[in-house]
């Protein structure tokens, strides 16, 4: 190690996050090359069996095979474990696979889980066909309902796991509030900080127990790969790792080097992810078109002081519903715009649009989806870092194609 990196290394704590989301990365190799190694080996050598046993027997640090550890996705982890303000973080192949890892990590047969109603459509599948074939008892709440969350908690649960604000109807969970309630009864509280990253809301210091990260979305920032990550206190990570080496589900040598990439520029990426968004939501509010729009940093979310002191600014996706609207006026608007990319993913440059209610949500249950509050006439947008006069464009040729 260079004495330069050494002396960078003991301050690197005190820099401002921004510089940390730059800087925070595993020791250079010996090559001294500026830009993070990326390394694609499958296992790592030994220089004797006495070192090759302390590493397998007393896990000594040193690498042994890429399911269980790589540097590039160590130097991953520790970026986003300074930015979470996680004491641990584990890297998994994708979103869900951090979600499947952390449920089997902490729950077994007959525990009690209870889950907001506003999660991905993924999340909500993999514990309802899923995790109940092997006992898990599932409960359903409102995500904005902490009377609700109360009352449930008055029976034992092992895990209480939201996603806020939840994904197409951007409803808020009180994090701090949650948190408290969990921490009364005995029950671990994870939220899914997908949509928020560490730059807008950081879940561990309202009190969460541990965060899941979709890294496909904002953390890659340019919708490349698949990726996820869990971090919290070490105790509460460590039989996630164990499961994540165990089941398989690890990241990516090379994904996690486009996550290092996408951390660098994180922080001025949801920033203006957030501006754009907001004058659009602004600009959707005045279309006669429009009924409702949800956007976490309009004045007329009914939830607006909580957002103010949970969040940093309300990120890059919104939803609306046309006004008297059903699925064809819905599929019109989609049809109709061609600059907005007509696809299920978010937090990407690109600006995406979709009917939630027959893709992201389409699998559901209508009961299912009637409880999420997703209706036929909602859109989502998760807004990108195009012009905001341009994005305005094509949804002016989105309402043209509507006939009422
Ligand atoms: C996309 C997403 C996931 C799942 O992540 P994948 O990387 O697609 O597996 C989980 N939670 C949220 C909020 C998401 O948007």
Request: hydrophobic share 40%; with cysteine; glycine share 8%.
């Amino acid at each position: 190690m260079m004495d330069r990196d050494r002396r960078l290394a003991s301050l690197v704590s005190a820099l401002s996050e921004e510089t940390q989301a730059i800087r925070v990365s595993g020791d250079r190799s010996p090559e001294r090359e500026h830009s993070e190694p990326i390394f694609t080996t499958s296992s790592f050598v030994f220089p004797d069996a006495a070192t090759m046993a302390d590493a397998f027997v007393n896990n000594s640090g040193l690498s042994i095979y890429a399911r269980v550890d790589n540097p590039t996705v160590d130097s991953f982890c520790q970026r986003l474990a300074v930015l979470e303000g996680a004491e641990a973080c584990e890297a998994t192949a994708s979103g869900m696979g951090a979600i499947l890892s952390t449920l089997m990590a902490h729950c077994q047969t007959g525990d009690r889980v209870l889950m907001s109603t506003g999660v991905f459509g993924a999340t909500l599948n993999l514990v309802k066909n899923f995790f109940i074939k092997y006992g898990l008892e599932i409960e359903l709440l409102s995500p904005t309902d902490l009377d609700a969350w109360e009352r449930a908690l008055a029976r034992p649960a092992k895990l209480a796991y939201c996603e806020t604000p939840s994904n197409p109807t951007i409803d808020i969970v009180d994090i701090e509030g949650l948190a408290a309630l969990c921490r009364a009864h005995d029950c671990l509280l994870v939220v899914d900080n997908c949509f928020m990253t560490p730059v807008l809301q950081k879940p561990l210091s309202l009190g969460a127990d541990l965060i899941i990260h979709s890294a496909t979305k904002y953390l890659d920032g340019q919708g490349r790969v698949l990726g996820g990550a869990v971090l919290g206190r070490s105790d509460l990570v460590e039989p996630v790792t164990s499961f994540i080496r165990s089941g398989g589900v690890t990241m990516s040598a090379f994904n996690a080097w486009i996550f290092l990439k996408g951390l660098e520029t994180l922080d001025i990426r949801m920033h203006a992810h957030s501006q754009k968004a907001m004058a659009l939501a602004q600009w959707l509010e005045q279309q006669p078109q429009v009924g409702r729009v949800n956007y976490a940093g309009l004045h007329s979310h009914p939830q607006k002081s909580l957002i103010d002191r949970q969040m940093k600014a309300g990120g890059g996706v919104l939803s609306f519903t046309l006004k008297n609207g059903s699925r064809e006026d819905a599929w019109a608007f989609l049809n109709a715009t061609c600059l907005m990319s007509l696809t299920a993913n978010l937090g990407d440059v690109k600006t995406t649009v979709c009917h939630p209610a027959t893709s992201t949500h389409g699998r559901l249950d209508d009961s299912d989806r009637e409880l999420m509050g997703i209706s036929e006439n909602m859109i989502r947008i998760a807004v990108g870092l195009e012009s905001v006069d341009d994005l305005i464009e094509d949804c002016e040729r989105g309402f043209a194609a509507l006939t009422y």
